[in-house]
C-alpha cells in the first residue's frame, strides 16, 4: 500500500513538474485578492554576498551586529505570486534591523540570510535540517542528542559549547559552558529565520563565535483580530506516519493592548527498527509548544513587548544505525535510546523614543532541563543479547541577561548612525554524564542493595541503577559584562565607513565532582572534586567600508572578531592518575575578512551577488580521547583556517519560470599540528569535521492561475559535499544530492477554502551518512551511523481568518 501511495504521487509531481513553482507572497489573502508585486528575498541590494535570498519584504527583522552576509536562496514557497501581477514583478527591497535598527539589507556589509516563516510552514518544515537544505555554507548534524550547527566550515567538536549561536526573537539561547539543549522550534507561525554568517562579537557576545541563526516570531499585533491553523500528514517511506497540528491567535485588548497565543502538537514518524530491542520504526519523536507575545503601546514615545514560550520534546530512541550498508536497522542496542529535554523563556523589551535617540531595555531568562540514556553495552560487547552498560547524561541550566542600549534615530538627513550599549549575563550550568553497569530489567535491584550493604564504602556509588562506573558532575557559572557600539559614517555621495566592537569580561568558574569504580583503580579514591575556572578580557572590533559604485551595484570590505568562552575540565582531572587532561580549556577566536559585491540588472529582475572571505580560528577548543581508558576530555589545540566563497543568483524571468542558484565553497582545514591525548597526529592541511567544501541549492518555480485557483509547483535540488567525521578518524560523510518537489493549491474566491500542500522530500529515496561515531571505552568496536532521512510524504491543510 505504501509502494503504491509512493507511486501515485511520484506521477502526480511528474505531471506538473513543467510549472514548478508556487504562488505565495504577501500572504495567502494577498494571493488570493492577486499580489501586486513580487517579493523575492535574493535582493542583490539586500545580500552582501552570495549565499541565498528568501523572498519576501521583511520588516523589523532584529538581527543583530554588521555581519558578513550572503542572500538567501529562493526556496520554493517563497515567491507568492498572481499571473496578471507577473510581467512588472521586480526583486523587492528587504528592511531589516541586522544593526538593531531598521535598514535595508542592500546598505548592510554583512551575510544574512532570510527565510520566510510562512514558507517553511508550506515546505512541511520541521527544524533546522530543513532550513540548512535551503542555506548553502550552513549545514547540520546530531549527535548524542545535541545539534551541531556548522556555518562555512566553522563547527563544533563533540560535547563542546556551539560555534554557531541561536535566538528566539531577541532571546539568546546559547549554552556557554557545555552543550544542554538546543533551540529548534517548530516553524509553525514564525515570521522570518535568519542566518547570519560571520563572527558575532560585537552585538551578541559570546553566544556566537562564528555567526547565528535568529528564529523570528509573529508579533502580537494591536487593533486587529486574526486566526490560523494547519494540520499536517507525515508518511516516511520505509518508517511510519504521524500528525501535527498548530492553531494561532491574535487577540487586540483595546487600542493599545494585544495578545498573540501560539500553540502546537507534533508526532513526527520513525524510521529506525531497533531490532535487538525488538522496536519498529523506533525514533518517534513527539514535540509539544506554547508562546504567548504581549504587545502594549500606551502612547507614541513607549513600546513593551513580553514573550513567554515553552517546548516539550520526547524521542524515543536516537535516529542511529549501526551500519554503512544503507540499511535503516540497529542491532547492537538492546535497550533503547530514549531522549526527553524542555525548555522555558521569557523576554521583556521596553522601548521609550526620544528626538535624539531611542532607549532599549531588555531582560530575558531562558531555563532548560534534559535527560538522555544511552545504551553503552555495544562499546564493549556490540553483539550482547542484553544491555548492561548505559549513560546517561544531561542536566539544566539557568540564564539570566540585560541589555541597555541607545540607538540613534533614524534621521535620512544625518550623515551618521550609531549605537551603544552595555549588556550583562549569568548562566549556571549542572551538567551530569554517568556510565554505569546495571539493568534492573535482567538484574534485580535487590542485588545491587545487597552489595551496598556488604560493601559499605560503595554506598555513594550503587543504587537502583546499578554500579556506578564513572560519573561526572560540573557545576559552573558563567557571567558576561560588556560594552558595545558602532558609528557608521557617510562619506560623500558613495562610501560609508563603520567602526565598532565589544569590550567584555568574562568569568566562567566551578566544582566538577569525580566519582566512581573507575577512580578507585586510577586514583585509590572513590571520588574528587575539582575546583577552578578562567578569566577573560578582551575586545572585538568590527569595521567594513562599503562603496556604492552605482545605484545598483555595491562592493564592500569587512573585518570583525568572535569569541567563545573557556572553563573549568568537565573531563577526569584526577591529580595522581595518569590521564592527560588539563585542569582548565582556554577561549577560543575567530577572526573573519572578507569582500563582496551584489549587482542587479535589467530593472531589478536579475542579481547576482559574490562575496569572498577567509576565516583564521585561534585555539579550536576540541574534544580528546586520552591513552588510560579512552576517557575524553576539552583541550584547545593548533589552528584552523577556512577559505572560501558565495554566489547567488535570482532571476525572475519573462515567462514567469523563476530561478534561484546558490552556492558555497569553504575550504576548511588545520594549519598546525597537533598530537591527541589518544597518540594520533594531526598535520597542517588536514580536514576539519562536519566542513564540506562544497553546497549548493537550486530551485524552479513557476505559479500557474487555472481560473480562481492558484496551483503552484516547485523543485529543489540540493548538493552537500564530502567532509569527515572526526579530526583523527577522518571518515567520510555528507557527499549526497536530494531531489525535493512541492506542489500548492490555493483558492482565491474562497476564503475559507483551506490552502492544501504536498511536498515531496528526497525523491529519489537517498541514503547518506550525516554522522559516523566510533563507540569503545577501551578500542573502536561498534559504529553509531545516522542517515539523511528517507523519501517523505507531506499533505498539509492550512487556513486563517
Do not use: C
Amino acid at each position: 500500500m505504501k509502494t503504491e501511495m509512493s507511486a501515485a504521487l511520484l506521477l502526480l509531481l511528474a505531471a506538473t513538474a513543467p510549472i514548478a513553482a508556487q504562488a505565495q507572497g504577501a500572504g495567502t489573502d494577498q494571493a488570493r485578492q492577486g499580489a501586486p508585486a513580487l517579493q523575492s528575498s535574493a535582493d542583490p541590494s539586500a545580500n552582501a554576498a552570495p549565499d541565498t535570498g528568501t523572498s519576501a519584504t521583511i520588516t523589523d527583522v532584529d538581527a543583530g551586529e554588521i555581519l558578513p552576509t550572503l542572500p538567501v536562496p529562493q526556496t520554493p514557497d517563497s515567491v507568492p505570486v498572481s499571473a496578471d501581477a507577473q510581467p512588472g514583478a521586480k526583486i523587492e527591497e528587504i528592511i531589516v534591523t541586522a544593526t538593531k535598527r531598521e535598514q535595508s539589507l542592500r546598505e548592510i556589509p554583512a551575510s544574512i540570510a532570510v527565510l520566510k516563516g510562512d514558507e517553511l510552514e508550506r515546505s512541511g518544515a520541521a527544524g533546522i535540517d530543513d532550513i540548512a537544505r535551503r542555506v548553502p555554507g550552513l549545514n547540520v548534524a546530531t549527535e548524542n542528542g545535541v545539534q551541531r550547527v556548522t556555518i562555512r566550515g566553522i563547527s563544533a567538536a563533540n560535547n563542546t559549547n556551539a560555534t554557531t549561536g541561536t535566538l528566539f526573537g531577541n532571546v539568546s539561547f546559547t549554552d556557554a559552558y557545555l552543550p544542554v539543549v538546543s533551540l529548534d522550534p517548530q516553524p509553525f507561525d514564525l515570521k522570518t529565520v535568519e542566518v547570519l554568517k560571520g563572527p558575532q562579537g560585537t552585538l551578541f557576545g559570546a553566544g556566537a563565535l562564528n555567526g547565528a541563526v535568529r528564529y523570528v516570531p509573529e508579533p502580537a499585533m494591536l487593533g486587529m483580530f486574526s486566526a490560523k491553523y494547519f494540520a499536517q500528514y507525515e508518511n516516511v517511506e520505509h518508517g511510519a506516519d504521524g500528525v501535527t497540528y498548530g492553531a494561532a491567535v491574535n487577540l487586540p485588548i483595546g487600542d493599545t493592548l494585544a495578545v498573540r497565543i501560539v500553540g502546537f502538537d507534533r508526532a513526527s514518524p520513525g524510521w529506525i527498527d531497533n531490532l535487538s530491542a525488538g522496536i519498529d520504526d523506533a525514533n518517534r519523536t513527539r514535540q509539544k509548544g506554547l508562546r504567548t507575545m504581549v504587545e502594549w503601546q500606551p502612547d507614541e514615545l513607549w513600546n513593551v513587548s513580553l514573550i513567554y514560550g515553552l517546548q516539550d520534546t520526547s524521542i524515543r530512541d536516537e535516529p542511529l544505525t549501526d551500519n554503512l550498508d544503507g540499511e535503516l536497522t540497529t542491532r547492537d542496542r538492546p535497550r533503547t535510546s530514549p531522549t526527553d529535554k524542555s525548555y522555558r523563556l521569557a523576554g521583556v523589551n521596553i522601548e521609550r523614543t526620544f528626538d535624539w535617540a531611542r532607549l532599549v531595555s531588555e531582560t530575558d531568562w531562558v531555563g532548560k532541563d534534559s535527560h538522555t540514556f544511552l545504551g553503552n553495552t555495544r562499546t564493549l560487547l556490540p553483539s550482547s543479547p542484553v544491555g548492561l552498560l548505559g549513560v546517561q547524561g544531561g542536566g539544566n541550566s539557568d540564564t539570566w541577561s540585560q541589555e541597555l542600549r541607545l540607538v540613534s534615530p533614524d534621521d535620512t538627513d544625518s550623515r551618521w548612525r550609531w549605537i551603544g550599549g552595555v549588556f550583562g549575563s549569568r548562566q549556571k550550568i549542572d551538567n551530569v554524564v554517568d556510565l554505569f553497569a546495571g539493568n534492573a530489567d535482567i538484574i534485580p535491584p535487590g542485588l545491587f542493595e545487597l552489595l551496598d550493604a556488604v560493601l559499605p564504602p560503595l554506598d555513594s556509588l550503587v543504587d537502583g541503577d546499578g554500579v556506578h562506573l564513572i560519573n561526572l558532575n560540573p557545576k559552573v557559572k558563567v557571567e558576561e559584562l560588556a560594552l558595545f557600539g558602532s558609528v557608521t559614517r557617510e562619506l560623500g555621495d558613495s562610501w560609508e565607513l563603520t567602526l565598532g566592537g565589544r569590550l567584555y569580561k568574562t568569568r566562567s568558574f566551578g566544582t566538577n565532582l569525580q566519582r566512581g569504580l573507575v577512580f578507585a583503580a586510577l586514583n585509590g579514591s572513590l571520588e574528587y572534586t575539582d575546583k577552578g575556572g578562567i578569566k577573560d578580557t578582551g575586545f572585538n572590533p568590527q569595521a567594513s567600508l562599503s562603496w556604492h559604485i552605482t545605484d545598483d551595484i555595491l562592493s564592500y570590505v569587512a573585518v570583525s572578531k568572535g569569541f567563545r568562552v573557556g572553563g573549568l575540565q568537565p573531563g577526569i582531572t584526577l591529580p595522581t592518575s595518569s590521564t592527560q587532561a588539563p585542569h582548565t580549556f582556554k577561549s577560543d577566536t575567530i577572526w573573519n575578512y572578507e569582500g563582496g559585491v551584489r549587482t542587479q540588472w535589467f530593472d531589478r529582475t536579475l542579481s547576482v551577488d559574490l562575496t569572498g572571505f577567509y576565516i583564521d580560528w585561534k585555539n579550536p577548543q576540541l574534544q580528546q580521547h586520552d591513552s588510560t581508558l579512552n576517557i575524553v576530555y576539552l583541550d584547545n589545540v593548533g589552528g584552523v583556517e577556512s577559505k572560501g566563497a558565495d554566489f547567488a543568483l535570482q532571476w525572475i524571468t519573462p515567462f514567469r519560470l523563476q530561478l534561484s542558484a546558490n552556492a558555497s565553497y569553504a575550504k576548511t582545514v588545520t594549519t598546525k599540528a597537533f598530537q591527541s591525548g589518544s597518540g594520533e597526529v594531526s598535520m597542517p592541511g588536514d580536514d576539519w569535521p562536519y566542513a564540506p567544501r562544497w553546497q549548493t541549492s537550486t530551485t524552479l518555480s513557476l505559479p500557474l492561475e487555472i481560473g480562481n485557483w492558484l496551483l503552484s509547483s516547485s523543485v529543489t535540488h540540493s548538493y552537500i559535499g564530502k567532509t569527515v567525521n572526526d579530526i583523527a578518524e577522518q571518515m567520510p560523510i555528507f557527499n549526497y544530492q536530494q531531489l525535493d518537489a512541492q506542489l500548492d493549491l490555493l483558492s482565491r474566491s474562497w476564503t475559507w477554502f483551506p490552502e492544501i500542500t504536498l511536498t515531496v522530500n528526497n525523491i529519489m529515496d537517498k541514503r547518506a551518512v550525516v554522522t559516523s561515531v566510533s563507540q569503545g571505552l577501551i578500542t573502536p568496536v561498534s559504529r553509531d551511523v545516522a542517515y539523511i532521512q528517507p523519501r517523505t510524504f507531506i499533505l498539509r491543510f492550512g487556513g486563517s481568518f
